[in-house]
T-cell receptor
């Protein structure tokens, strides 16, 4: 059973650029959630995808967008990058849509640095 | 506003002793609480959870206590081992699978 795989592991972008982060969910999992973890903070919920539709969104601006594909993998896109977007971006997959949330499996994250 | 708070950024405990990590929350609608452990360069891994209808849940060396009237939960690790050294996050949810995380407590277990 493979876990959650995220790519790339690290990247550096310039302010104003666009970035795409990728996530392959754990085998059999149909729900993908994205979290942003800024330095010294806990992860913050960005949005969730279930059956290729956005299913809930946190307090993030529209320049944060995502996709989920038929194989349940997912992308997180961020446009017009700002310095404050520098963070660890975590993807979590789960089998059961809804509660309880203990079924989350997190990836190792993508460390994004905006300069 | 910070709905889930971990007021101790770090904790240092001797091997074999008890580690107690604390978490406070403000949202009375939270009905499920979880603890995650995170090693550097890895994603958070689920440790233990508790429903709001319970006040204690135990799994091996790990026990979580929930005091709803005080809006407080704690994680007890007994006995603490060097491999327990990591950042511990408290998280909560309100009738959903979206999690609200605290800022984490770095636990160091020394010999």
């Amino acid at each position: 059973e493979t876990g959650v795989t995220q790519s790339p592991t690290h990247l550096i972008k310039t302010r104003g650029q666009q970035v795409t982060l990728r996530c392959s969910s754990q085998s059999g999992h149909n729900t993908v959630s994205w979290y942003q973890q800024a330095l010294g903070q806990g992860p913050q919920f960005i949005f969730q995808y279930y059956r290729e539709e956005e299913n809930g969104r946190g307090n993030f601006p529209p320049r944060f967008s995502g996709l989920q594909f038929p194989n349940y993998s997912s992308e997180l896109n961020v446009n017009a990058l700002e310095l404050d977007d520098s963070a660890l971006y975590l993807c979590a997959s789960s089998l059961v849509h809804g509660r309880p949330p203990y079924g989350y499996t997190f990836g190792s994250g993508t460390r994004l640095t905006v300069v | 506003d910070q709905q889930v708070k971990q007021n101790s950024p770090s904790l240092s405990v001797q091997e074999g002793r008890i580690s107690i990590l604390n978490c406070d929350y403000t949202n009375s609608m939270f009905d499920y609480f979880l603890w995650y452990k995170k090693y550097p360069a890895e994603g958070p891994t689920f440790l233990i959870s508790i429903s709001s209808i319970k006040d204690k849940n135990e799994d091996g060396r790990f026990t979580v206590f929930l005091n709803k009237s005080a809006k407080h939960l704690s994680l007890h690790i007994v006995p603490s081992q060097p491999g327990d050294s990591a950042v511990y996050f408290c998280a909560a949810s309100a009738n959903t699978d979206k999690l609200i995380f605290g800022t984490g407590t770095r636990l160091q277990v020394f010999p």
